[in-house]
């Protein structure tokens, strides 16, 4: 059973930056993809980015593109997220998820493997 561990969240003023952390508890020669998304409370949840664990392939929602990037650290199974020039819209919930076969882009999501318990950001104004 995979188990993924976010950290990183917290709260920052508008303008500021945060970086999120998801490591994964997977067999070292596995070979999947992750990503990262999120929920605003009453909204549904939305895609922020994923990566493919080459390394060589990437993807942001729109709403992110230009302030967010994705990246991960073979060695330690590990994907982060650096966030900067955060905005209140971008509070939420942040979710970790894996996948060992499908690539983690832009959609709901439903149909992924393994989800995180999630990291609260909140970003005030």
């Known amino acids: 059973q995979v188990q993924l561990a976010e950290s990183g969240g917290g709260v920052v003023q508008a303008g500021g930056s945060l970086r999120l952390s998801c490591v994964a508890s997977v067999p070292s020669t596995s070979s999947f993809s992750m990503g990262w998304f999120r929920q605003a409370p009453g909204k549904e949840r939305e895609f922020v980015a994923g990566?493919?664990?080459?390394?060589?392939?990437?993807y942001y929602g729109d709403a992110v593109k230009g302030r967010f990037t994705i990246s991960r650290d073979g060695a330690k199974n590990t994907v982060y997220l650096q966030m900067s020039s955060l905005m209140p819209e971008d509070t939420g919930v942040y979710f970790c998820?894996?996948?060992?076969?499908?690539?983690?882009?832009?959609?709901?999501?439903?149909?992924?493997?393994?989800w995180g318990q999630g990291t609260q950001v909140t970003v005030s104004s």
């Open positions: 998820v894996l996948d060992r076969i499908l690539e983690i882009t832009p959609g709901p999501g439903r149909q992924y493997d393994f």
């Open positions: 990566i493919r664990w080459s390394g060589d392939k990437t």
